[in-house]
Every structure is written in C-alpha cells, then in structure tokens.
C-alpha cells in the first residue's frame, strides 16, 4: 500500500510518481517522458516549469502569502481583476476570486439568485443546465450538472436536473441536421422556461464547448446567439462556464467570442492559473455589480482562501506570458493544424466516429464501425480507459472524457495539450 494518499480515483496502487516536468513533457520518477496530450485536466497551458511564473510565485510569497479578504484586499489580486476586465468583453468588468471551478459555479449561481433578489423579483430562483454538461462535482453544481455517471451515487441529495439537450450534431436529438433543423436545440430552452415560469428563472448555464462530458462538442453556428436572444426575451441571466475552455484554450480569450455571444457571468477556472495554483474567477457584469452595489453592497459568498495572494500572482504571471507569447493567436493556429491530422485519421480508422472542438479543446468519439453506424463499442469494452491506457504506455497523456448515448457514457477523449506546443512537438 503506497503511502496514504487517498484521492486517486483508481485505489489499485498502479499510478506512476511523476518527478518533474518541462514544457509540454512530464517525467516520471523511472525516468519515462510523456507528453502532456491534455495539458492534466486541460488545465496546465502554458506548460511546466515556466520560469516567469515561479518567479512571480516566489516574490509573493516573499512579500506576503496569505490575506483574508474580508479584512484586506492584496496588490496582485487587484492586478488580477484589473487584467481580466481589460480581456473580458465589454462590461464583463467585475472578478470574484474563488480556488477551483466547481465553488466558481456555486458562487455564480449565487451571484445570479441575489441580483433577482436585490431587484425584488426573488422567486426568479430556478437555474436551467444542460444534458451532458459537467460544471464541477460540490452538491450545487453537480445538480447542474448533465452527467449521469457522476449523478448517479449521489442522487437523492442533488437539488435539481438539467432540462435542455446538448447541441450535439453527431448524434442530434432530434435526428436532425444544422441548418434545416432550425437550431431546434437551442429553442428547447424556451420550452423548459416556460414548463418553469420566466417568473420562476433565474439563469441558464452552459459550457461553450462542452468538456468532460462530451468530448469538445462545439454547437452549430447560430446556437449562442439564439441562447442568447432567449435569455433575453425571458429576463434570463446567461452564465458561461469557461472553467475548461477560458483563457485561451479555444483560440479566443473566452470561448464565447466564437460566437459573438457576450454572457451576464463568465466563470474561468484551471488555464487561469494553468495548473501553478489553484485559483479561478466569477467575472460579473457593471449590471450585476451595480444591482448589488445598489442594494445590500455585500456578495453574500466566499472561501477562507478567495483572491488568494500567492495564486493571484501566478494567474497574473501566466496571463502574462499568454499575452507575451502570443499563446491564443497561436492555440488557434496549431488547433487548425492538429484538427487536419485528426480529420485524417478518421479516414484512416473506422473507430473513429467524430472528430471535433476548437482551438486547443479537441475531442475524438470512438464507434464500433464508423463506414456502417454512428453505433458505440459495447460498454464492457471499455474502450475510453483502453485507448487512454495504451496511449499512456507509448507516452501520450489523453483526458478520458465520455459522449452521452441514450443516457449511457459514451467514448471519447480530449486532445488539448498545452498552448505553447510547437508544430514539430
Ligand atoms: N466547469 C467545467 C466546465 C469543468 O470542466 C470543470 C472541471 O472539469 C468544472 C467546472 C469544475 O472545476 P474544478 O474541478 O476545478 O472544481
């Protein structure tokens, strides 16, 4: 029995110890080099051993390393949100510094409640998710959350369902094809707002591109505009989780840019801080802030370690070195590469199913026999931690993630290494 460090989610004792990394490459302690295929949990993108940022880390922590934020506000946590307002789109101005995605979409989902109640209109409380979504694993905001893996154990005490289909084109819901299907996906929110009442709802939430559970499934074009449109119409407040495909990830700086879609909340998370310290940020937009502002003046939230001194100063040095080296510019250059050798492959390989994504955040769905069905490998093959495995073996770190099938997890995995891979890498 190795040690007693009980997080591993296999407890077989099989996990290697990984020594060091550099770059896209992390080491075990046998000396094995791997390739970081998905940057972790699509979270490391600039790479390991980055020298400005464990610079930026040590002189914070030199300075000083922790400040509660009810009592003191710290420099590189203002610099911070001073630098996201100025990369976010247009009055997305306001940060709230939480330590990882899952507590950035509880506080969203709070923010969101308490703005309809400093507007008197409380009984706007119901949040609308999606089917295959995952937006972190709290009891909060696995409620949202659309996976039925993850659900599964834990449902008797989730607080709610998602109610609205993925725009997920490969294996459409309604056996339709963009565009004659009139983006029927998307009008599906209209009818789970008015199943609930507009009176009754307070916000709807999704992933740009849909990560962990479903394998980077980009929506067809038009589909956040509509979102958008619909939030619109019913006084609906629209949250974009970037936690996964934020700060770059996508070939923007927040993935909605693809779409011209400018949400009322944007949640980032893992890129932010690209894996140097746990950080992540509830964006707000001037209308929120000011409607609090104007009323309680209190955001009734927060964690012991919120706008956290050391991680501030890491995520600022990793935006830096984003901006610097012109990461985003180049993870949509690379992405569009990476995408073409995917594309070949699936010609090459009837496991292949779909091929997909954007930027940096690419998915590939394995099929039984993709030149006869869409149809998937029977469940017990378990071909995801198959294929993970090997690729492990041959030194390719890939994310397991899963694509929803009639209510069982499909296979699928994410490619999304980190954002400075070179072209020869
Ligand atoms: N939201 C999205 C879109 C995610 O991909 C994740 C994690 O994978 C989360 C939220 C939860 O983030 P964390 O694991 O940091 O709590």
Known sequence: MPGSYLIKPVLDGSYKEISHGNGIYLYDSEGKAYIDGSSGAVTCSIG?????????????????????RSQFT????EELADKLAAMAPEDLNWSFFV???SEAVETAVKIALQYWQEKGQGRKTHIISRWMSYHGITIGALSLSGHTE???????????????????????PYQLSHPSCGLKCAEELQTAVDRTGKEHVAAFIAEPVIGAAGGAISPPEGYYQRIKEICNE???????????????????????????TVPDISILGKGLSAGY????????????????????????????????????????????????????????????????????????????????GKGLLLGIEFVANSEISAKPFPKD?????LITRLAQDLGLLLYPSSAGIDGREGDAVLLAPPLNITEVE
């Not at 710290?74 to 946590?77: D, E, G, L």
């Not at 993850?150 to 997920?168: D, G, K, Q």
């Open 48 to 68: 390991h051993g980055c020298k400005e940022v464990i610079e930026a880390m040590n002189e914070q922590a030199g300075k000083i390393s922790f400040v509660y």
């Open 381 to 385: 093959y378990n071909i995801t931690s």
């Open 99 to 101: 330590n990882s995605g």
């Open 277 to 356: 310290s746990p950080i992540a940020s509830v964006i707000v937009s001037d209308d929120i802030l000011c409607t609090i502002k104007k009323g309680s003046n209190l955001i009734m939230s927060g964690h012991t370690y919120s706008a956290n001194p050391q991680s501030a100063a890491a995520a600022l040095a990793v935006l830096k070195v984003i901006e610097k080296e012109n990461l985003i510019q180049h993870a949509e250059k690379i992405g569009i590469l990476l995408m073409k050798k995917l594309q070949n492959l699936k010609e090459e390989f009837s496991m292949i199913g779909d091929v997909r």
């Open 74 to 77: 710290n420099q590189p946590a």
């Open 150 to 172: 993850r659900r599964r154990r834990f449902f008797s005490h989730l607080e709610s369902s998602p109610a609205v289909s993925p725009p997920y084109c490969y294996r459409c």
């Open 234 to 260: 019913n006084a609906i407040l629209f949250i974009a989780d970037e936690v996964m495909t934020g700060a770059g990830r996508t070939g923007k700086a927040f993935a909605m840019e693809h779409w011209q």
